[in-house]
């Protein structure tokens, strides 16, 4: 319960500040739920451990179905048939895992297929903690709302026969084991497997549930799904031969593709709900959540209290002028980067620890998961650091708890588990980063001593493989020592964290360290390849990689040297180092002709994050800012849109709204570690961020705008005029005034 509290206030207090307007009228969850944007229009709170989402990707009816490579998310906009809402999910992944706990309302004779039992629905509504849609097979409303960790679902039926099922085999995690127990007529338990993620091993979890009903079952069973026996007739089996049920004798069932069913008779317009809680701990942990966070059924009290919370944390910004449209593009990429990481503890605080079976226990604060690091570090987490510092603080402490309790620092973290999924060594720049923006609250040196393990450590190392590689010749070679994937990409990334290490070495006086990171940071111009003025991936014997197309891989192809990318999507990434890139290219022109040709010949892509930062780039040469704007507000206008497909690909965790949230305002966090943001011109009229007192001297930041257009002809900071398109983040969090003066 203290835990509660402590979030709680934390949101509450800075929220007084803040105008009465319900932003939430400006989020639309519908955006990134199309063009494999990965997003889901289900209620959560922020950072809620449970959402309820309705999932639609199961059954031939659909135009995408579960098994496609692609649906890495429960709800796909373009499909219409659903079998039922699951309760934890992941929002803007590129690989399915979790989805699972399914309740559906059904009526009519019981039919636990799902094929059987799916519908298709019509007025579908989303806004921030609120879902609902109307069933045409069953005639069924539902809606759904949610707390930090548990859900409530209403559904008004129809007279007659009706049903709500637990579906624990559908899903989008690839493990199929799950436990279930009848307890009485109004209430269940269990657990259900998880894990798997992106097919790796090693990650499975069970999530624990307990869920109630408003009122008591006529009848009550559980069914399992039976194996295929050939010569046997389907009329053996009821339901189309292919699931048995079990009697109101039998409450306790264990297996793969097992579920629950509660029957009534209703009235017409009847409203049953249900409330599940959430666990990763324990059922009884579960059950003590359900009982702190729902103690009743009251649907309109926590769907008020969804939508409060969500305005106490969308107020932190206000914005005026810009269209309609343009505040719905900022306002849900907002609240799609408030999604993920997710609080993880229980209401008693336990949760359980990383890469071991123990659970461990906080006292204050608040315990995260769903890391997705090699995107995140990128944008997500410096926004964080500036606009919820308090919230970005608990991230750091999860990440070095993490490594106390599992040895090192996550790369891809979920539910405790490492997945090491993708490359490189990104906690590093995320802690580097939060530190030099005034995330203090944690000791540095400790945090240092876990960022130089994985920096340094040659045998048995989980972070960085091919580090000897990389530390005796400088970069990783295709044809090295271990099996690296994408060994030029990896080498940059390397390259990052090591700049990154190298500024926290200064920071703490270690001036030896900081001269051996800082020179390992530079080792990316090893790739250089002056034909085509790329970077090109290098074998062992220092020879470039011959048969080799700087577009390979355009298609997200594999291709040898690179991670999901290109060539080109990789040339420009040494944000670390871009007075050094810019000599290596023969200068400024040059560079800025090669950096000009990514957009003009369609090279950039908006969607991959090592070049998310290009249009950012032109600012390194003076007089070719006017680049920079253009290339910002170009790709703000053709990528993101308010339509379904707004997102232009996975959102990952948010990395691609920060990026829009970021775009929009004018500034832009081009390096992770880099104290100077990259400014471009601000869609809004104004911009309102207030600062947390708690962590920065300054009240609120403002940024204004004169006349229209994307270029920009002038810059004041509190009266005096700015001649640098960088603008440091130590005098932006004193509080003040930026005025740009724009022109067509």
Known sequence: MKTILTFSLALVLPALLFSQTDLTAYVDPFIGTSNYGATHPGAVVPCGMVSVVPFNVSGKQNKYEKDSQWLSNPYWKDNSFLTGFSHVNLSGVGCPDLGVLLLMPTTGNLDVNPRAYGSTYQDETAHPGYFSTYLEKHKIKAELTATTRTGLSRYTFPAGQSHILLNLGLGL??????????????????????????????????????????????????????????????????????????????????????????????????????????????IENARQ????????????????????????????????????????????????TLLHPNIFQDVNGEYPEMGNFKTGKITTGNRYTVFSLWDTYRNVHSFLSLVYPERQQEMITSLLDMYKESGWLPKWELLGRETNVMVGDPAIPVIVDSYLRGIRGFDVNFAYEAMKKGATTLEGNKLRPGIRDYIEKGYIPIDGKDKVWGSLSTTLEYNIADWNLAQMAKTLGKTDD???????????????????????????????????????????EAVPGYVEGTAWQYTFFTPHDMPGRIALAGGEKPFVAQLQKTFDDSLFSMINEPDITYPYLFNYVKGEEWRTQKAVRNSIDTYFTTQPSGIPGNDDTGTLSAWLLFSMMGFYPDCPGNMNYSLSSPVFERIKISLDPAFFPGKELVIETKGSGKYIQKITWNGSRQKSYFFPHGELIKGGKMVFELKE
């Open 289 to 336: 959540n359900l009982d702190t966070e729902q103690p009743g059924f009251n649907f309109e009290a926590v769907r008020k209290n969804a939508v409060n919370s969500w305005n106490e944390q969308l107020g932190r910004i206000q914005v005026e002028g810009g269209t309609k449209e343009d505040k719905v593009k900022f306002y849900t990429a907002l609240y799609h």
């Open 514 to 556: 900081y001269n051996l990171f800082y020179q390992r940071s530079l080792s990316y111009k090893k790739f250089y390849e002056p034909s085509f003025s790329i970077l090109r991936p290098l074998m062992a014997d220092g020879s470039f990689i011959t048969e080799f197309d700087p577009e390979f891989g355009k298609n997200f």
């Open 173 to 282: 995690t690839n493990e199929s084991g799950a436990s279930v127990r009848i307890v009485s007529d109004t209430e269940i338990e269990g657990y259900k497997l998880v894990g798997t993620f992106c097919y790796t091993p090693g990650t499975e979890r069970q999530v624990f549930f307990v869920a109630r009903f408003s009122k008591p079952a006529k009848a009550y069973g559980v069914w399992k799904k039976q194996p295929q026996l050939h010569g046997v007739e389907d009329q053996w089996y009821p339901h189309s031969g292919k699931y048995r049920l079990y009697g109101q004798f039998t409450q306790t069932l264990a297996g793969d593709s097992i579920g629950v069913y509660f029957s009534y008779e209703t009235r017409d317009q009847e409203e049953i709900m249900v409330k599940m809680g959430v666990s990763y701990v324990s």
